[in-house]
Structure formats: C-alpha cells, structure tokens
C-alpha cells in the first residue's frame, strides 16, 4: 500500500494542470474579459486552419472541427502551458493522410489512441524533459521533409487538376500529376493565388483579423456570386460541398464511440503510434517553450505530455484526428492578451458553435482556397532559414538532417523520426567514446595535470600505470581493451587511475572484469585508484570489488605505491 502512496505521490508531482492557477490566483473579471476575447480571436483563426488540415490529411473537414473542438478543450483543460491552444496541426497532415490510405479511418483512430496512451504514460513517468531533447538536425529534417509533402499533396487543389484521388507516396504524386497536367484550371490557380496574396501582406492592413479567415471569405463570396450569375460552372471550381455533400446539411460533433480494431491493426499502428506520441511531444513541448518566452511563465512540461495524451486519447472517441500544441495559434492567443487556460476552453466552445450553427456555409468554401491557405501554412512551417543554415554545422549533424528530410519525403515519416532519432544517437556515442582516453604513464608522459606526478619518477620497474579519462560505458570499451592489450609483457602491478572515470556501466563493468581475468593468468596484481561514487556501487552491486579485493583499492598511486 506504501508503495501505490509513492507512485501516486509521483504522478500527481507530475500532473499539475494550469488551470488550478485560475482557482488559486485571484482571477478577476478584467482577466475573463481578456481571455475571452482572446478566445474569440484564436478560433477566428482556428476554423478555416481545422477545415483545412482536415481535408488535407484525408479526412472530412468536420473531422478537422471536431479535433479543434474536442481535443483543443481538453489541452486547455489539461495542459501544463497557460496560454496553450491545442487542435489539429500541419506537421500531422503527412502521417495522417499515409494512414487513412492505408488503414482506413479506424485505423488512424487505433493509432490515435494508442499514441494518447504513451504521451500519458510519457508524462507520468517523467519523460518531459528528456523528450525535449530530440536532436535538433532531425527536427529540422523531418519539419522541412513534411512542409514540402504538404506543399506537393496541395497542388491537385492550387492547380485545380481533374484527379479522383491523389496517392500518397511522393513520386507517385508527382507521376499522377505530370499525366494530369492538362486538366489545369487557370481559374483554381487565381484563387489560390488570391488566397496566398492575401495571407502573405493581409497584416499590413490590420493584424487583429486572421489574413486566413479574410482570405477565404473573400475567394467564398467571389466564387459564390460568380456562379449565382453564371459566371462559373460547378465543374469549374470545386468547393468543399462538391466533395463532401454531407457538409451542406450542417455539422454536429457524433456521440463517443469505440473504432473496431482486430489484433493485425493493432500490431501494425504501433509504428505509426510512437511517430505521433513523439511528434505530438516535441510539437507541443516547443508550442509551450515559445509561450514561456512570451509570457515569462514557466510551464509543467511533464504535465503537457498527459493533457496531450488525454486530448489524443478522447478525440477518435468522437471521430476526431491527432492533435498538439499550436505554435501560431498559441501565439496569436498571447498576443491578443490571453491570461490562462481559459482562453483556449472558449475559443473551443465558440468553435462548438460555429459547427452547429454556421456548418453548412462551410461547403461554399472553394478547394483551390483551402489549397493555397495550406500551403502558406507548409511554407511557414518548412524551417528553410534553419535547412540552409545546417549545411555550415558539422558533417555529421548535416547528414543526420538531410537523411531525416530525404527519409520523409520518400520513404515515410515514421521510418524518418525513427532512424534519424537512431543516426543521431549511434553519433552521439561516438562522439561520446572519443571523449574516454586510457593513457599509459610514462616518464615521457606530460603529467602536469597529474595528482600523483611527483610519485612516477620512483615508479618500480614491474608496476604499470594507466590513466581512465572520461565515463567508462559501452560506446568506449572497445578503446579501452585495445589500450591494455598493448602492453607487451605482463608486469607485476597494473594500476588503473580512475580519478576522472565519473560513471560506469555494465559493458564496461564486463571489460573490466575480462581485463581483471587477463592479468590474473599472467599473475599480474590489478589495483584501482581513485574510484567515485558511482563506478564503486556498480563494482559493489556486481561483485568485482570483492573478487579485486579490499587491498587493492586506494584513494590515491601515492597509497597504492606505498603498499606494494
């Protein structure tokens, strides 16, 4: 029983929502009426993003809605950020659409949920802040990657080009549209240049309107009264009512309901399942380290993880998408004097009413529109300025990145996250490994460094001594083997100075004991010296220092040198 105490002791340290700083700070009226028109705000901009992203991940933009609704209320509600807005984003479109594709809509839905599971059980074991440091060359790789995917999966509409349905592997895009290309639509390209003109310079009018909310009523009223007056045809433009009739009725979000999954669908959106946790992770991690920028708070990062997981968990429930952290809409929430998590939960509930009562105007929106409000959006989020930049950092760190980016855009962005995660650790080990030095001293060593230097001109002819420089693990066996296999002739000591040697693994706790059994055969005393904390308790734990022996461990060569 003391043991659950303790874990849930844990946990709740881990899961502090910041919205109980509404009820235990003083929150006044002044700081309702700011959030609440930052609310408004955010979900201005939130609606034509949530249709968009919707349809572009190959799913309805009700679907869209509902992930905006539904999971933007519960990160608000749950979120370790206060001024966090969560809903669907465009680094999701890519690994959606290959999904639904794939597997169907309950497919995604399995994935979506398993995902919430680990991003709540990331968070509850305090996995917060090491997911923070997923390499930077690979968040570079795989954002650049997705950005031109999205551009690319957009053009059928910027283009307006007669495909029934566009693949979703990247040559055969580009294949299906070279042989559709003769279908195109000067007209669809007008709009989504209009649309992309007006995003791009619609802030040197005003900033307190979204240029995306503008842009696509004024691409909607153009292309509505054209066709009243026959000006175009339906066949000419396609609008979101031409491709998905039911949006027309109106739109409601359905009742909860669990996706049918078999044990095959299962296994196989596991993959894709970790690639959205830590998507969503690092997504929402960054959203939450830019507002702290902007606000001077500080957010619970571990805390973030569980009310994303929670929001991805319940959002398929109610035929919802993926979800996370918003980085333009949380700033467009800061901007607009946002104060606390209320802000996100109204503009989830002012969304809740658009739905239900303006819906149906949804389907006037032209395709071409949404395609080009999209592709702004790939544009902004395509880190060309840090792309570029990389290609002046190291090689390694070069490779790592253009690996990731060509792994996401041919391959998949699973296998991208996955193996540029791994690249990038296997060169870290290296790095790490060149750090770790075993040096022979000598009296042609320069030891001005040395502790004990004084004491090797007297060093006996039979007694040999080693420095450990650096943390003794796996990566750095391999050198330190090879550096004591060079000795030649056996001498009677073999002293091993680990004075710098800060931690100790069991690999190198195995190297350690090959090297112990060696020198045994030859009849060679092994001594250590200086050994901390750390390494002791692993050589304790494992019985070494009991088969060294209690004599032949020393704080110091000078105790050691006076034993022999």
Request: net charge neutral; aromatic share 10%; with cysteine.
């Amino acid at each position: 029983m003391k043991t659950f105490h303790q874990i849930f002791d844990a946990i709740s340290l881990r899961f502090q929502p910041a919205l109980l700083s509404v009820f235990k700070e003083k929150y006044t009226f002044h700081k309702f009426t700011q959030d609440l028109l930052a609310g408004l705000i955010v979900a201005v901009v939130a609606l034509p993003l949530a249709i968009a992203f919707g349809i572009a991940s190959g799913v309805s933009p009700q679907q869209g809605l509902i992930t905006a609704v539904v999971a933007g209320f519960l990160i608000s509600f749950f979120s370790g950020s206060h001024v966090q807005i969560g809903g669907p984003t465009g680094a999701f479109i890519v690994i959606i659409y290959g999904i639904v594709q794939q597997y169907g809509y309950d497919g995604l839905a399995v994935a979506t949920i398993l995902a919430g599971i680990m991003l709540i059980l990331m968070g509850a074991f305090g996995f917060g802040t090491i997911i923070k440091y997923i390499p930077y060359p690979v968040t570079v790789g795989f954002t650049s990657g997705i950005a031109l995917i999205i551009f690319t999966s957009q053009l059928k509409d910027i283009l307006g080009l007669d495909i029934d349905k566009v693949p979703a592997d990247f040559v055969a895009k580009l294949e299906s549209y070279y042989h559709h290309f003769h279908t195109i639509s000067l007209t669809d390209i007008a709009i989504s240049v209009g649309t992309i003109l007006i995003c791009v310079y619609w802030k040197r009018v005003t900033a307190k309107i979204p240029g995306s909310l503008v842009a696509v009523i004024v691409m909607t009223v153009i292309v509505s009264v054209s066709r009243h007056y026959g000006f175009l045809t339906t066949e000419i433009i396609q609008t979101i009512g031409d491709r998905f009739p039911d949006v027309s009725k109106g739109m409601s979000i359905p009742m909860p309901h669990w996706p049918s999954c078999s044990y095959e669908t299962f296994r196989a959106m596991m993959s894709p399942a970790i690639s959205i946790a830590l998507l969503a992770g690092i997504e929402s991690l960054l959203s939450a380290v830019v507002a702290d920028g902007m606000t001077g708070k500080r957010h619970h990062s571990n805390t973030e993880l569980i009310g994303q997981g929670i929001a991805n968990l319940c959002s398929p429930l109610f035929g919802g998408i993926p979800a996370t952290g918003a980085i333009a809409r949380t700033a467009t929430n800061i901007k607009n004097g946002a104060v606390s998590p209320i802000s996100g939960i109204v503009h989830a509930a002012i969304l809740v009413l658009v739905m239900l009562f303006l819906g149906r105007f949804a389907s006037l929106i032209p395709m071409s529109a949404l395609g080009g409000l999209v592709a702004v959006v790939a544009y902004n989020m395509s880190e060309r300025h840090s792309f570029v930049a990389m290609f002046r950092s190291t090689r390694s760190d070069t490779a790592v990145m253009v690996i990731t980016f060509l792994l996401t855009v041919f391959i998949d962005l699973v296998v991208a996250i996955q193996a540029g995660i791994l690249l990038a650790v296997f060169l870290f080990i290296r790095r790490a490994s060149e750090t770790m030095v075993t040096k022979r001293v000598t009296l042609r060593t320069d030891e001005k460094d040395f502790a004990d230097a004084e004491y090797i001109p007297n060093l006996p002819k039979d007694v040999e001594i080693f420095r450990l420089e650096g943390d003794l693990f796996f990566g750095a066996t391999e050198q330190f083997r090879s550096t004591i296999s060079q000795i030649g002739r056996y001498p009677k000591v073999l002293i091993l100075e680990m004075t710098h040697v800060l931690n100790l693994d069991a690999t190198a706790l195995h190297a350690l004991e090959d090297v112990h059994n060696l020198l045994k055969k030859h009849g060679t005393r092994l001594i250590l010296c200086g050994v901390h904390s750390q390494p002791i308790l692993v050589m304790q734990r494992a019985g070494f220092l009991e088969r060294v022996g209690d004599t032949n461990t020393f704080g110091s060569i000078k105790e050691a040198l006076e034993a022999l």
